[in-house]
């Protein structure tokens, strides 16, 4: 079986930009059901993910994301503005998926950051669940995470992939 691939806008495909992060995991004891209100839901996101916070919605929107909805939150110490671009929640034989845009300063200047950040969640054969998240960053503060070491964004995704399973771990155990 291929397993299925981000699906990148125009200027964000990785290698034609400053700097880009991907992060996979795939385990056998959860379902794309079981993982997707925990990225669904970005109000979750600080409850599982430490380097998440002060999510809000703009126009009404939310609590789940939708296509063109505009929402706010705090990572990697930017605030970032942040729009969705793609959503498909899971069903069965197809893989879930969500992306926003996310912007942090104005445009022009040195402190802008543009980023496309996708998500993709996909049951595989066997009973297994495969995540995969990948980001890519365009401006000077991305060309500057890309030259730290360790790279915090690789660190910060895989935390976050290992504390949504934690969190989707937890609400599958009887209370």
Not at 127 to 151: D, H, M, S, W, Y
Request: glycine share 10%; charged share 20%; net charge negative.
């Amino acid at each position: 079986m291929q397993q299925n691939a981000i699906i990148w806008p125009e200027g964000f495909l990785p290698g034609f930009t400053e700097n880009f992060a991907s992060n996979e995991v795939i385990v056998s004891d959860l379902s794309a059901a079981e993982i997707w209100p925990f990225l669904s839901l970005p109000a979750r996101w600080p409850t599982y993910y430490a380097n998440s916070a002060n999510v809000r919605f703009y126009d009404g929107k939310g609590p789940e994301l939708g296509v063109g909805d505009r929402f706010y939150f705090e990572t990697f110490g930017f605030p970032v503005e942040a729009q969705c671009t793609e959503y498909v929640p899971p069903t069965e034989g197809h893989a879930a998926r969500v992306a926003w845009h996310g912007w942090a300063g104005n445009p022009g200047a040195d402190d802008r950051l543009d980023v496309h950040h996708a998500w993709l969640v996909e049951d595989l054969a066997g009973g297994r669940v495969r995540i995969l998240t990948q980001e890519t960053q365009k401006g000077k503060p991305a060309e500057a995470l890309k030259n730290t070491k360790p790279n915090p964004m690789i660190n910060g995704h895989q935390d976050w992939l290992e504390g949504m399973l934690t969190a989707a771990r937890a609400a599958k155990q009887p209370k």
